[in-house]
């Protein structure tokens, strides 16, 4: 069973949390992408977005692979790696190329092309890679804005881009430790980009849609318009945070702490409950009301939505977030969140679903979306990759898309 072979194609995720790593394996069966299990395990050796330890970040990698295999029962041997956290950064890049000293020309896809990798080489550091680059939009001749300038007339092409990029060392060495569990890295993305694809529908993109993901150290904000990534904002709060604090205020190890957060902690005073929970301190067994639990979190609480609100609106797309916000990630789950979120912004709030997928029900499917998202997401590459594999058969009609830019380009 564990051995078998399936003819079908797979594709799994790994999600790299400060505190978990999370695993998802999608089969492409039938044409069509079916979640096939996920799984979680604590992550060691891996410390402040670096992995301290080669050998037991390796290890713990091998152990959740090990461990999914065994829920699922199939093997896999390439995995789709999701960063998010202080393992990205956002960044705005801007670039113009002249097209023609004189006269105008109709622009080829290879003058687009010329022109992004301009923003790129200007957008970016020695020490970064670029995981993704989201063109905004293009500018003809600084007055034309274009979404797709190929085929129009213009002397001067401008581009402005967002960028996603993530240090060269600390991804060489999140490599090296899959490599060293026995895996090979098929793509690197950045998460909650990912789960954008899966999470949401491309109505939801092209009508205004807001992402939230929520993580364990870092909150991401995506807002989408016309349907693509307008703005990408990172708030450093997430629920290793609240877990800190329950366990400054109340005393407890870090560990016990995120059991009570998970158990009992409530984003609403409202929900508060009267009776009190027993919680074992050294040798003795004491006492905790539910108020203390909420009263340890309420203040960077406040503090985060606060900042998503701030968030939305110094995107100045506010106005134009017409389905609302969906939101993922672990701190997703907190009781009540939801409806603090929805209160403050005055949107409309609701869990993320996950789309496009043949249904499987996977428990706590806001924890396991960007796992599951990467899969999908590597899939979308393959295919993409068999789609210009069977263009580049086609070499007659390359030669003459080929021909017209030339022709293009000299007359």
């Known amino acids: 069973m564990l051995n078998r072979v399936l003819k079908d194609k797979l594709y799994c995720g790994l999600d790299i949390g400060a505190n978990k790593l999370k695993v998802g394996l999608v089969q492409l069966k039938d044409g069509e992408p079916e979640i096939l299990g996920a799984y979680e ?17 390796s290890e713990c990698i091998h152990q959740v692979m090990t461990e999914l295999a065994a829920k699922t029962g199939v093997h896999v ?14 960044r705005k890049t801007s670039a113009a190329i002249p097209l023609v000293d004189r006269g105008n020309k109709v622009i080829a896809a290879g003058d ?85 694809h899966l999470l949401l529908t491309p109505d939801q993109r092209r009508n205004g849609c807001v992402l939230i993901d929520i993580g364990a150290t ?36 870090f560990e016990l702490a995120e059991e009570i957060k998970r158990s009992y902690a409530t984003a609403v005073s409202s ?30 609480l406040d503090s985060l939505i606060g900042q998503i609100d701030d968030s939305i609106r110094a995107s100045n797309l506010y106005e134009y ?39 499987r029900n996977v428990s706590n499917a806001a924890v396991f979306a960007t796992a599951v998202s990467c899969a999908h997401r590597g899939w979308q590459f393959q295919d993409q990759g068999q789609m210009t594999a069977q263009q580049h058969v086609d070499w007659g009609r390359r030669l003459i898309n ?8 000299y007359f």
Do not use: W
Not at 42 to 57: A, Q, R, T
Not at 77 to 90: A, H, P, R, T
Not at 402 to 409: S, T
């Open 112 to 196: 687009v092309r010329k022109l992004n990798k301009q923003a790129r080489l200007l957008g970016v550091k020695m020490e970064e890679e670029v995981l993704h680059e989201m063109p905004q939009t293009y500018l003809i001749d600084d007055i034309n804005a274009a979404a797709n300038p190929v085929g129009l007339y213009g002397r001067k092409l401008a581009v402005q881009s967002l960028m996603v990029v993530s240090d060269v060392d600390k991804a060489k060495n999140i490599i090296k430790s899959i490599n060293h569990a026995g895996y090979e890295v098929r793509h690197i993305f950045f998460g909650s980009y990912a789960c954008s």
């Open 218 to 253: 870092v909150t991401s904000i995506l807002v989408f318009h016309e349907g693509i990534i307008k703005y990408v904002h990172a708030i450093p709060i997430g629920g290793q945070q609240l877990t800190k604090d329950i366990a400054l205020r109340l005393k407890l190890n």
């Open 77 to 90: 041997k390439d995995i789709e790696v999701g960063l998010d956290g202080n393992l990205v950064k956002i």
């Open 402 to 409: 080929k021909v017209k830019e030339l022709y293009f380009e």
């Open 321 to 359: 977030v017409g389905s609302g916000i969906r939101i993922t990630g672990g701190g997703a789950l907190l009781p009540g969140l939801i409806e603090r979120i929805e209160e403050k912004t005055r949107l409309e709030v609701s869990l993320a679903q996950i789309q496009q997928l043949t249904p």
């Open 271 to 300: 929900q508060i409950q009267e009776e009190e929970v027993l919680v074992k301190r050294d040798n003795a067994y004491i006492p905790i009301k539910h108020g203390e639990i909420y009263q340890a979190i309420s203040d960077r």
């Open 41 to 57: 395990h604590p992550v060691h050796g891996f410390k402040d977005s670096c992995v301290h330890d080669l050998n037991e970040f």
